[in-house]
């Protein structure tokens, strides 16, 4: 199973950017699909989270008020905005695929990662 990240960049203090996650059927039928992030010297972070069934989403502090994780339907992609991005947003971002329902901010619990995007956000 691979997962395809893509959506990161170079973009001002303020400014949006829209992760995608793509990846096989199979990634995305059970569990949750979610978003993290780490920043060199620190731990992996949670950002956002997606129930397989799009049902059921979550955020990490840093993302909530200015995230909105989605997917249209069982078959699409996991779209990830961030709004009113801030220096402290720098980090690579990583989707991952196949974590758990009860615990949808645990990286431990997630099966498949895709191979990171690299945000950095300039003041």
């Known amino acids: 199973v691979q997962l395809q990240a893509s959506g990161g960049g170079l973009v001002q203090a303020g400014g949006s950017l829209r992760f995608s996650c793509a990846a096989s059927r199979r990634a995305f039928s059970s569990g949750t699909i979610g978003w993290f992030r780490q920043a060199p010297g620190k731990e992996r972070e949670f950002v956002a989270a997606?129930?397989?069934?799009?049902?059921?989403?979550y955020y990490g502090d840093s993302a909530k008020g200015r995230s909105l994780i989605s997917r249209n339907n069982s078959e699409s992609p996991v779209f990830l905005q961030m709004n009113n991005l801030k220096p402290e947003d720098t980090a690579v971002y990583y989707c991952a695929a196949g974590g758990s329902l009860r615990r949808p901010y645990d990286y431990r619990a997630y099966n498949y990662w895709g191979q990171g995007t690299q945000v950095t956000v300039s003041s």
């Open positions: 997606i129930s397989w069934s799009g049902s059921s989403t």
